[in-house]
């Protein structure tokens, strides 16, 4: 094995990382609509082959793609652009 002595790096803090430090829970994330996460909707969809996921979702629960959720307003100029892109 080889030596790593002196290779080690400096300590971050949890917001240079990009921890996220609210709720993270379905109810809070991009994806939820409804008690149905739009994101596994989208995987069964575009890749039917890898992905048979319930889209049926508890508030309170949480998975590893959370996204926070932006205000709606914001939400809804991102669509308006993409739209017209």
Known sequence: MPDMAGEEHASVTPEESGLYT???RCENC???SDEECTLYEELNEEMPK???LDINVQ???CCNAF???VPS???LRDKADTISE
């Open 22 to 24: 609210g709720k993270v």
């Open 30 to 32: 991009e994806y939820y």
């Open 50 to 52: 890898a992905f048979d």
């Open 59 to 61: 508030p309170q629960a």
């Open 67 to 69: 996204i926070p959720a």
């Open 73 to 75: 307003v914001n939400r």
